[in-house]
């Protein structure tokens, strides 16, 4: 996929709300829009090096991923989405849309329509571990925060996508 130097990119920043760790160096990239109908999501995160994909929904709780970053592609469907936990916006996200959610970023279903599906990757593949709001999970899960490195692309745009002009 080439970079569309027209694609709508939103940023989305929360401080820590003493349950969800958020991430202190990357904001979450919302990209509107940018997956047509008529393209494979799938193909377009393997050509990237984002895998370990499955498709779903999104978890109706607060939560999140300590040791890695994800990227979710709304593929059908609408949906609001709560990131950054308790105090965190609500987003509205259709098919088409793209996030890319840092290591350490809540993130949770509020409402969902038709049919909301999206498929999640990670970068190289990586495991991921699933963190709820259990204080005692901190101390190790704030290292692995720290721990998770820069991918070495984009998800949508490879090696020369925006996602390195907002995460440096």
């Not at 929360?14 to 494979?40: F, G, H, M, T, W």
């Not at 978890?59 to 469907?77: A, D, K």
Request: glycine share 8%; hydrophobic share 30%.
């Amino acid at each position: 996929m080439v970079p569309n130097p027209n694609v709508q990119i939103e940023t989305i920043s929360c401080d820590s709300d003493d349950s969800i760790p958020n991430n202190p160096k990357y904001a979450v990239l919302l990209y509107k829009n940018v997956i047509k109908q008529e393209e494979s999501p799938l193909d377009i995160l393997n050509k990237n090096n984002w895998s370990n994909a499955w498709r779903s929904g999104i978890f109706p709780v607060h939560h999140y991923h300590s040791n890695t970053h994800e990227v979710l592609i709304v593929v059908s469907g609408n949906a609001i989405v709560q990131l950054g936990g308790e105090f965190g916006p609500h987003v509205d996200i259709q098919q088409g849309d793209v996030i890319i959610i840092p290591a350490g970023y809540g993130h949770k279903r509020v409402h969902s329509y038709h049919n909301f599906a999206v498929i999640g990757a990670y970068p190289n593949g990586q495991d991921y571990d699933f963190c709820t709001r259990n204080p005692d999970e901190w101390p190790q899960n704030i290292e692995n925060i720290k721990n998770a490195s820069l991918p070495d692309t984009d998800p949508i745009y490879g090696t020369d996508g925006p996602l390195f002009k907002y995460w440096h």
